[in-house]
């Protein structure tokens, strides 16, 4: 690499490589209903509170698609 501006970047984020934690609440429609992002490895959802998510959101009614269960 002869740019010196670029000299020792990396082409990968320092947080990709710490593979910090995203949580994600999907319907089974595919929409996602609540999501977080972690700051640190241990930043996740406890039960309790995914829990407490899935029962406040309302999911949509009628057919569910096809391979839901």
Known sequence: MDDPAR?????????ARLGLPA???IAPDGRI?????GEHAYDQWSVDHLLEL??????PSGPRPEGAS
């Open 33 to 37: 209903l609540a999501a977080k992002y």
């Open 54 to 59: 899935a029962t406040q959101t309302s999911l």
């Open 7 to 15: 000299a020792g970047a990396s082409a990968v984020p320092q947080a």
């Open 23 to 25: 949580d994600f609440l």
